[in-house]
């Protein structure tokens, strides 16, 4: 198992943050990426979608043979991960609580912008205020951000104006810590770095969920030593566009497979009536 591949997996290109974190923690693991691209974006999705969508995306990585999953996805790890975790024979790790303890350890005052679902959650909230409950904590939800990326429109003038919309209620409240509540964000940030003061400290929950598995690798006795083979990507949707839009940030053109997910069986439910 040691050479099996690590799964990782996003809506879009989102989760890239997450794979150069891997390439350059675990230069000698190999990856399967895959983005949920036909279903983008996910922050407006109910949890009963995400649920579903998280199922088909971790039973497919389950037949690839994967020794671990993390999802690269703020908005997965707040409504499915609890969920799934115990329904799959390898470790699923989630960016929230990683991300949440490395925001304590610089900021007392803390701003979190993420997908409207996840921030109607309250799961970094949550998971902050678990580690120090005297820290203070906005979020902001930010609709907008994931299409615009995946878009390409990074440098649309529009973009910058949205931004200083989103920001303006945390740097009303004078934080001192961003979180980036969803892994798309940090691809936007040179233009948060033009409109925050230098004084606020950005966090990027990528960072530290890939330290987390680095540790979890070491636990289990799973790191691979043997150098890495190259990584794999899939699609939900088009291959073409994906590639496209991933080679700013990946250095090259990826070759990209379209995945036809599988379809979960349904997990056996307690009648209702036999509860006591």
């Not at 989760?15 to 000698?28: I, K």
């Not at 691209?37 to 407006?44: C, D, E, K, S, V």
């Not at 902050?128 to 003038?157: M, T």
């Not at 810590?177 to 964000?185: I, P, Q």
């Amino acid at each position: 198992m040691t050479t099996a591949k690590i799964g990782v997996f996003d809506s879009g290109v989102g989760g890239l943050t997450v794979l150069r974190e891997l390439y350059r923690q675990l230069p000698n693991e190999s990856i399967l990426y895959f983005a949920d691209t036909a279903r983008l974006p996910y922050g407006n999705r109910s949890q009963a979608e995400i649920l579903q969508f998280v199922r088909q995306i971790l039973l497919w990585m389950q037949q690839q043979g994967v020794k671990m999953a993390i999802m690269a996805c703020n908005t997965s790890s707040a409504l499915a991960l609890e969920t799934v975790r115990c329904e799959f024979d390898f470790p699923v790790l989630g960016v929230i609580l990683p991300g949440a303890r490395a925001a304590v350890a610089v900021g007392k005052r803390i701003g979190v912008i993420a997908t409207p679902a996840t921030a109607a959650s309250n799961a970094y909230r949550r998971a902050i205020q678990e580690v120090d409950p005297k820290v203070q904590v906005w979020q902001v939800g930010c609709p907008a951000f994931v299409p615009l990326i995946e878009q390409n429109r990074i440098n649309d003038p529009y973009t910058y104006e949205i931004a200083q919309e989103y920001l303006e209620p945390l740097l009303q409240q004078q934080i001192d810590t961003l979180v980036y509540g969803c892994t798309h964000y940090p691809h936007l940030a040179p233009i948060l770095r033009r409109i925050l003061p230098k004084t606020v400290t950005l966090v990027d929950p990528a960072v530290h969920v890939v330290a987390a598995a680095v540790q979890e690798l070491d636990l289990l006795g799973l790191r691979n030593h043997q150098g890495a083979k190259p990584t794999r990507f899939g699609v939900s949707g088009c291959p073409q566009q994906f590639a496209r839009l991933s080679v700013q940030w990946l250095g090259c053109t990826p070759a990209v497979e379209q995945v036809c997910l599988p379809v979960p069986m349904p997990l056996q439910s307690v009648p209702i009536e036999s509860i006591d």
